[in-house]
């Protein structure tokens, strides 16, 4: 199957960290990713991680990959206003070039 | 700036009209990517293209929807006899096409059919 599934809305403080979770099902995926969208705007490739790794960290952006379960999550450290968007997960099945995209989780960050 | 470009950014249709989107891919890019957006989802996969060639349309409605990838010029996405529910958000993709590789979005077509 190809379902990457995502909670829709996540709601944090300004400096606080946020955490969005996504799931997949294929587990023949080498590549996750994560994509930001502002609103009217197109898909921003934030990082993404190879399923060799456990771990990717970029800056603020830790990723981690859980490939038993099949869960993917983005920490955001110390999160910003302009960090406000809607985050997409994306697997990129092995037999495939296109990816499969969960629906969004829209994160809103309050001052 | 080389990004992938899309026009135009906003089309207003009524129904039963033609729609006509462009993507031009990143400099050096040869594979193109379609993506549908409906309000409040994520992307959709459509269709996949090289230059002169397409080579997976299995996310393609069977009817009314077409896409070509010339030897020059764009990507054409073609929207035949457009219906209320063919607004959404278009998006096109482009890599390199080495396997895996990582693709670049621009920044959509918004299509609203009245």
């Known amino acids: 199957g190809e379902d990457v599934e995502q909670s829709l809305f996540l709601s944090v403080r300004e400096g606080d960290s946020s955490v969005i979770n996504c799931t997949y099902t294929d587990s023949s995926s080498t590549y996750l990713y994560w994509y930001k969208q502002e609103p009217g705007a197109g898909l921003q490739l934030l990082t993404y991680i190879f399923s060799n790794m456990d771990m990717k960290q970029d800056q603020r952006l830790t990723v981690l990959l859980n490939k038993k379960d099949k869960h993917l999550s983005l920490r955001i450290a110390d999160t910003q206003t302009g960090d406000s968007a809607i985050y997409f997960c994306a697997e990129n099945p092995g037999s495939a070039r296109q990816l499969t995209f969960g629906s969004g989780t829209q994160l809103t960050v309050l001052p | 700036n080389a990004g992938v470009m899309q026009n135009p950014r906003h089309l207003v249709r009524r129904r039963g009209q033609e729609a006509r989107l462009r993507c031009s891919p990143m400099k050096g890019h040869s594979h193109v990517y379609w993506y549908r957006q409906l309000p409040e989802e994520g992307l959709k996969f459509m269709v996949y293209?090289?230059?002169?060639?397409?080579?997976?349309e299995s996310g393609m409605p069977k009817e009314r929807f077409s896409a070509e990838f010339p030897k020059e010029g764009p990507s054409i996405l073609r929207i035949q006899q457009v219906v209320r529910g063919d607004s959404a958000a278009y998006f096109c993709?482009?890599?390199?096409?080495?396997?895996?590789?990582?693709?670049?979005f621009g920044p959509g077509t918004r299509l609203l059919v009245l």
């Open positions: 293209l090289q230059k002169e060639n397409i080579i997976d």
């Open positions: 993709a482009s890599s390199s096409g080495l396997a895996q590789e990582t693709q670049y």
